[in-house]
């Protein structure tokens, strides 16, 4: 009956732990996998990160004024995200790094209409078939290589 009762008491802790501190549990599970996820996507995340400085220097030349949004996203941050209602996948291709948001200010006005983002978005899809522009999918900021 201790047995039991040792048993029942253990995995209670486990699951109470992983609830209380999800962080922790994610944290061991992203670290185990993210070796792998690097390897095998380096080349495609290389090609996204040379279109991406082409993207910011495009922007420079044609007056745009951007700042660094988010490049590389964690699985927490990525559950969290969906938790809030702030995305709505577990798949983000921030978690690959072949995913960057960009903020764009017009006279000193954070600005995320689709329409003011859709030159930037149309040259980002014109450097590569792969790359697809968020103001496809409601997401002006997004830029993305699939």
């Known amino acids: 009956m201790k047995a039991l009762v040792r048993l029942l008491l253990g995995v209670y802790l ?3 732990t992983y609830l209380a501190y999800p962080s922790f549990m994610i944290m061991i599970q992203d670290e185990s996998t ?6 095998s996507q380096s080349d495609e995340q290389w090609e996204f990160l040379k279109d991406y400085a082409k993207l910011i220097q ?21 559950r969290y995200y ?3 209602g702030l995305s709505w996948t577990y798949n983000s ?7 960057g948001d960009l903020n764009l200010f017009i006279d000193g006005k954070y600005i995320t209409s689709k329409e003011a ?5 149309e040259y980002w899809e014109s450097l ?5 522009w968020g103001g496809r999918f409601n997401d ?3 830029f993305e290589r699939r």
């Open 14 to 16: 486990i699951i109470a």
């Open 34 to 39: 993210q070796a792998v996820v690097d390897a």
């Open 58 to 78: 495009w922007a420079e030349r044609h007056g745009y004024k951007l700042t660094a949004g988010e490049l590389y996203r964690t699985m927490y941050q990525q």
């Open 82 to 84: 969906v938790a809030k």
């Open 93 to 99: 291709k921030h978690l690959k790094r072949k995913a």
């Open 117 to 121: 983002y859709r030159p930037l978005g």
């Open 128 to 132: 590569d078939s792969k790359n697809r």
């Open 140 to 142: 002006a900021p997004h």
